[in-house]
């Protein structure tokens, strides 16, 4: 099955950028999609298609890919972006698989 | 506003099958999209399960191919998800979903979901 490795936790201070990465092999190859969950919530999609944005998420959020990685970049944090984040990608062998999920703290 | 529903039985017991339906307000299961089902363990991360495209054709995660079977009925507009042979490791909150559009997009709509519990 295909894997998607993210760092167990990131830690920002406010105002600053929280950077998500996401790593699999030939993710270059496939479609990366962003998911941020809160507490006790469902999850909600911030990012798709590798960076654009659904309606209603500020631009704060933005997304790019290399080769083997994607990454997430929230821009000015806030207390309110304190959650998990989880990519998930499409494509070949991937198709759905999650990563492995980052809990962002803003100190 | 489209609305997604879980309902189903919290607990269930090793070897039965899990049967969860997803009902749908505002909005056609056939007039578009990936409807989709994805769980989450206690505690852990997000597993996609399979998902089924505008109430017709069904995709699966491998690992749950051989016990997973995702179906719609149009006439009620309702997704449904069976999951046979349970075991411990199928509790979860499992979560009802809708994609943008094709499934590479993401799914922009999530049920509030529904907490399955196995064991004996």
């Known amino acids: 099955s295909y894997e998607l490795t993210q760092p167990p936790a990131v830690s920002v201070s406010p105002g600053q950028t929280a950077t998500i990465t996401c790593s699999g092999h030939?993710?270059?190859?496939?479609?990366v999609t962003w998911y941020r969950q809160k507490s006790g919530q469902s999850p909600v999609l911030v990012l798709y298609?590798?960076?654009l944005r659904p309606s209603g998420i500020p631009d704060r959020f933005s997304g790019s890919k290399s080769e083997n990685s994607a990454t997430l970049f929230i821009d000015e944090i806030e207390d309110l972006d304190e959650a998990d984040y989880f990519c998930?990608?499409?494509?070949?062998?991937?198709?759905?698989?999650f990563g492995t999920g980052t809990t962002v703290t803003v100190l | 506003q489209l609305q997604l529903r879980e309902s189903g039985p919290g607990l269930l017991k090793p070897s039965e099958t899990l049967s969860l339906t997803c009902s749908v307000a505002?909005?056609?299961?056939?007039?578009?999209?990936?409807w989709g089902w994805i769980r989450q363990p206690p505690g852990k991360g997000l597993e996609w399960i399979g998902s089924?495209?505008?109430?017709?054709?069904?995709f699966y995660t491998p690992s749950l191919k051989s016990r997973v079977v995702i179906s719609s009925d149009t006439s009620k507009n309702e997704i449904s998800l069976h999951l046979t042979s349970v075991t411990a490791a199928d509790t979860a909150k499992y979560y009802c979903?809708?994609?943008?559009?094709?499934?590479?997009?993401?799914?922009?709509?999530w049920g509030q979901g529904i907490v399955v519990t196995v064991s004996s």
């Open positions: 979903t809708r994609s943008i559009l094709d499934e590479s997009s993401g799914y922009s709509h």
């Open positions: 505002n909005y056609s299961i056939s007039s578009c999209c990936y």
């Open positions: 089924i495209y505008r109430g017709g054709a069904t």
């Open positions: 030939k993710l270059e190859e496939k479609f």
């Open positions: 298609h590798d960076a």
């Open positions: 998930q990608a499409w494509g070949g062998s991937a198709d759905g698989a």
